[in-house]
């Protein structure tokens, strides 16, 4: 396990990971407050406690899918639930 704090700027879809070992809670702490200070209002930004990068994937999937990604997976789910 290890945190992973996420910046995500929905006006370019950019999403940005920096991983932190799990000793170094403060740090990663540190690294949110100062995201959270400097960051715009169409950015996102959100620290996880996670296994890493593919884990993060599956659990939370919307960071990284553009809009045409997230369609297509709405339309294959939609199809799926109407067979």
Not at 47 to 55: A, Q
Request: charged share 40%; glycine share 2%; aromatic share 8%.
């Amino acid at each position: 396990m290890k945190w992973i704090l996420l910046h995500c700027d929905h006006d370019t879809d950019e999403v940005t990971l920096t991983e932190f070992d799990r000793e170094d809670s403060d740090a990663a702490i540190a690294a949110l407050n100062a995201a959270e200070r400097g960051k715009r209002p169409q950015d996102e930004v959100v620290l996880f406690f996670s296994e890493g990068e593919e884990s993060l994937r599956r659990t939370h999937s919307r960071y990284f899918y553009d809009e045409r990604e997230i369609a297509e997976q709405l339309r294959k789910t939609l199809a799926a639930i109407r067979r």
